[in-house]
């Protein structure tokens, strides 16, 4: 059973999406039961929009439709609505304790912008539901600020900042300046960089923080410049990762020497930049759609609902973590009890098309490999979205954390 609903006035006024998204368990109705709601909050309309936003809404209920396809006991009707937090940790954590409060959702789901989904983090937590992050990458959600009430799914600033410096400064960039949005993500991923750079015998020689959605970067690149440093590093992600690597093209700053490093980069950015611009990136990431048959095949169901446009690794990450969500639930025969519903995601293995077999840590980390990518030549590319080449695979004990580094207070008691 498919449904279409217009939610409230109130509850668009609230940020959550027009249209609510339903789909029941074997025989159920909705009368049946309470149905299971699963609540999207994410960036629908600003510079994590295309990485995430609509394209996360699609991905969830891909994630429902395959589990409803496979056996299971569960028969509550399964809900998915969605919300647009505007990158304002205020509005996302208002609409997420309405969303429990009066709407019964049981989840909330992917949360770009960490400063938003550590605000989020605190309501679940109260409310004792479940947070289950792909978009927001603080490795903080899995250190300080853990909760027995979250997973992190698809990848965190250690990893994407890990991966990447080792490789650069492997290939002789020793000295780095960094570029950095100001707010949380981007503090966590400079100070990654700045342990793994100098442990490898590099240094930071400067830096500078910019406001979240910034259209002009010219004095912000124009400091790194003068800085000199072999490498400029962006820490930053979506709309601020495009501009900021058009405006360095524009500066001639690549052309002088210096290399521009996207600490950060997806697949709906390269998209925007176009191979030309794009050509000879490397980054690290969880997810890309040409790695295997269950990859692709997923990318091409996935495509035509999301407008053409081809999954990035936080759309992948959200239906990963939904659809074990729904595992997990199913096993316990209940999601009343959020913390319960996370520890039995623990116990389950993980396993599903896009990231192959993994586990979930006792810190709400879940493992799985990350890769080392290239973005190709545009005369590398043969088909629509090939834009990327693989440089190497990196092991979760190599790409992530280790759990005693991470200062998660639940762990250490």
Known sequence: MLMIALSSRRALLAGIGALAWCGSGLGAHADDA???????LSDMSSLYADIGGPGSVVAAKMAVEDFLASPHK???????????????????????????DRDGVDVVIDVPNSA???????????????LLVSGASSSDLTGKSCSPNL????????????????????????????????????????????NVVQHLGGSVVGGVRTPINTQDFSSFLLQAQASKAQIIALVNAGGDTINSIKQSVEFGIPAGGQRVVATVLYL???????????????????????LNDGTRDFAKRFAPRNNGRYPTAIQAGVYGEVLHYLK???????????????????????EDPLFGK?????????????????????????YPWDYYKVIKSIPPSEAFRPLQEGGCDFVKS
């Not at 399964?78 to 309405?98: C, F, L, Q």
């Not at 990893?159 to 949380?184: P, Q």
């Open 34 to 40: 309470t149905p299971l709601r699963l609540g999207v």
């Open 74 to 100: 569960l028969k509550r009707p399964i809900e998915v609505i969605s919300g647009d937090h505007m990158n304002k940790a205020d509005a996302g954590a208002n609409i997420a304790r309405e969303w429990i």
């Open 116 to 130: 938003v989904a550590l605000a989020v983090r605190n309501v679940v937590q109260q409310k004792n539901r479940v």
């Open 151 to 194: 997973v992190a799914w698809t990848y965190d600033t250690y990893a994407l900042s890990s991966g990447i410096a080792r490789a650069i400064v492997a290939s002789g960039g020793k000295s780095w300046f960094t570029l950095t949005a100001d707010y949380a993500f981007g503090h966590a991923m400079e100070q990654e960089i700045k």
């Open 268 to 290: 709906s950015d390269v998209h925007s930049l176009g191979l030309k611009v794009a050509q000879g990136l490397q980054f690290t990431e969880a997810f890309y759609w040409d």
């Open 328 to 350: 997990a639930v199913d096993a316990l025969g209940s999601s009343d009890d959020g913390s319960a519903v996370v520890e039995e995601m623990k116990k389950l293995p993980t």
């Open 358 to 382: 993994g586990t979930i840590r006792a810190d709400g980390r879940k493992l799985h490999n990350m890769h080392l990518f290239e973005v190709k030549k545009p005369e590398e590319s043969k």
